[in-house]
Each structure stands twice: as C-alpha cells, then as structure tokens.
C-alpha cells in the first residue's frame, strides 16, 4: 500500500502576514476609539464645572445683592463688588443705649460673630445707624411671641433707642480673578467658590441702571453667557 502524502503544518508567510496587519488594524482602532473617549470625558468634565460655575455663582450673586441697597449696601466697580453680605435678621425686644445692648429675637445663615459681624439698625421711620458686634450672650427673659432665638448682643456703642430691626452682616467682596468666583472678607484672601474656568475676559458689566456679568468659558467649550444681576438704583 502507497501511504498518503500529507501538507507540512504550520500557517504559510501571506497568512500571518495578514494577520499581523488584521491585528495592528484592530489594535489602531481601539486606540484611537480610547483617545476619542478620552477627549469627550474630558469635554463633558469642562463643560459640567462651567455649568456648575455659572449656576453657583449666579445664585451666589444674586441672593447677596437681593438683600441689600445699591449705593448703601453694594457697590460694583470693573474689578469688584463690595458689599454688606447679610447673614440674618433680629427683632429687637429691648435695648439699652447706656449699656450698648440689645435683646433681640434672631434667625439667620448663622450664629452672630462679634470677631467679624457688625449691626445695621434701622428704626421705624426708616432711619439706619451701624454698630460693631463686640459680644453675644443669652438674654434674661424671652422676647415675647419670638420664632427665633432670643440673644443679647453687645455693641461698641449705644444705638438709636427707638430701633427695631437689627440686620446681622459682615463686609466682604466678590472677584472675578483667577478664572473663577472668589469671595473675599475683610483683609483676608480671595477664596474660590467656583472651578476656575472663566478666561480674562469675564467680568463684571456695570451700567447707569443695571449690574451684570459677562462669563467667558477658558477653553472656549461654551458661548458667552451674560446675565442680570441687579439694578443699580432702588426699586
């Protein structure tokens, strides 16, 4: 019997060699798929801080400004705005010139602090005078028919004895520095309170009658969006 002649084994040269270039095709596309992935979590990650960014601080601004009086309680210039930042409201239910003390009803953000807080009273027929808050304690009898808390604060000096409303604030400043919202109080530092996506050319858009903010996304993901914030004379 004449035994059957067999092909060697084993893949011929063309056949591993289109192999070889199947696999590095395949290999490209995963690659460039994961860079286009890459590209667009990316974007969705810019455009969501600008989206945060935008909402944050529009609300920020807004309830700031909604609080107090143009010209009296803020002022808005190309760089900043200052302004009384309000951070609660008290009756008052007693009050001693000679001492410099109030007894009021309070509720605000919260808890008055005499190392940063001043006063703002304001009498019945509109009058206002400032105090410094030099101290806080608890008061020797409730105010009668109180829905906040009953306190005794402490002055610099002796108010107007005929107040009856005592606003709660600290000074303090926004900035559109450093491609973001910052707040600063007092002497101390700007602090972000927005990502930092704006470019250079946010800012603030001051007119005779209006205050608003032109924001211009850094990465130029987004349009220019600008919004109202308030007028710039009593309503």
């Known amino acids: 019997m004449v035994a059957e002649r067999r092909a060697p084994a084993g893949a011929s040269l063309p056949e591993a060699i289109v192999a070889l270039l199947v696999g590095l095709l395949v290999l490209q596309l995963?690659?460039?798929?994961?860079?286009?992935?890459?590209?667009?979590?990316?974007?969705?990650?810019?455009?969501?801080?600008?989206?945060?960014?935008?909402?944050?601080?529009?609300?920020?601004?807004?309830?700031?400004?909604?609080?107090?009086?143009?010209?009296?309680?803020?002022?808005?210039?190309?760089?900043?705005?200052?302004?009384?930042?309000?951070?609660?409201?008290?009756?008052?239910?007693?009050?001693?010139?000679?001492?410099?003390?109030?007894?009021?009803?309070?509720?605000?953000?919260?808890?008055?602090?005499?190392?940063?807080?001043?006063?703002?009273?304001?009498?019945?027929?509109?009058?206002?005078?400032?105090?410094?808050?030099?101290?806080?304690?608890?008061?020797?009898?409730?105010?009668?028919?109180?829905?906040?808390?009953?306190?005794?604060?402490?002055?610099?000096?002796?108010?107007?004895?005929?107040a009856v409303v005592a606003r709660l604030f600290e000074r303090g400043s926004y900035h559109l520095s450093g491609a973001a919202l910052r707040y600063r109080r007092g002497t101390s530092g700007r602090q972000p309170l927005t990502p930092e996506v704006w470019s250079t050319a946010t800012a603030w858009e001051v007119s005779a009658d209006r205050l608003a903010v032109g924001l211009v996304s850094s990465a130029g993901s987004s349009r220019p969006w600008s919004g109202f914030l308030a007028w710039m004379t009593p309503e």
């Open 30 to 162: 995963g690659l460039a798929t994961l860079a286009r992935l890459r590209s667009a979590q990316a974007d969705f990650s810019v455009r969501t801080d600008e989206l945060v960014a935008l909402r944050v601080g529009r609300h920020v601004l807004r309830r700031e400004l909604r609080h107090g009086l143009p010209g009296r309680d803020w002022s808005a210039d190309a760089d900043s705005l200052s302004l009384r930042a309000f951070r609660g409201t008290a009756i008052v239910c007693a009050s001693d010139s000679t001492a410099a003390e109030l007894v009021v009803s309070y509720r605000g953000e919260r808890a008055p602090d005499p190392s940063k807080d001043s006063v703002l009273l304001v009498t019945p027929d509109g009058l206002s005078a400032v105090r410094a808050l030099v101290g806080t304690g608890v008061a020797p009898t409730p105010c009668p028919g109180s829905a906040g808390s009953t306190a005794r604060w402490r002055l610099d000096r002796g108010g107007p004895p005929s």
